[in-house]
Nanobody, 121 residues
Framework: QVQLVESGGGLVQAGDSLRLSCTASGRTVNSYTMGWFRQAPGKERDFVASISWNGATTDYVESVKGRFTISRDNAKNTVYLQMTILKPEDTAVYYC??????????????WGQGTQVTVSS
């Protein structure tokens, strides 16, 4: 079973940037679609971005398009989320996940501990 560990969160000001990392252990995720989700206080966990197994295809929720970039390094079994022009509404705990495919986005992995991103205005 794969274990996912997210890191890179922090407290930043609006307009700043952060890069999140998600490293998998226990098995390789190189052949899987991967995704990032986030959960704000009192809200459900929502989809943020996904990337195909080879990095050729990406998808984003509308609110982060043009600001966030998902990427992966299969040699390191790691997925990244580069976040720029951060806004207070981006404040949330961010999680990564193994997905079934780009279309249905069914989560195949257990949730890790996530990484907290807090954006002050």
């Amino acid at each position: 079973q794969v274990q996912l560990v997210e890191s890179g969160g922090g407290l930043v000001q609006a307009g700043d940037s952060l890069r999140l990392s998600c490293t998998a252990s226990g098995r390789t995720v190189n052949s899987y679609t991967m995704g990032w989700f986030r959960q704000a206080p009192g809200k459900e966990r929502d989809f943020v971005a996904s990337i195909s197994w080879n990095g050729a295809t990406t998808d984003y929720v509308e609110s982060v398009k043009g600001r966030f970039t998902i990427s992966r390094d299969n040699a390191k079994n790691t997925v990244y989320l580069q976040m720029t022009i951060l806004k207070p509404e981006d404040t949330a705990v961010y999680y990564c996940a193994v997905l079934s495919n780009m279309r249905t986005r069914s989560v195949l992995s257990s949730w890790g501990q996530g990484t907290q991103v807090t954006v002050s205005s």
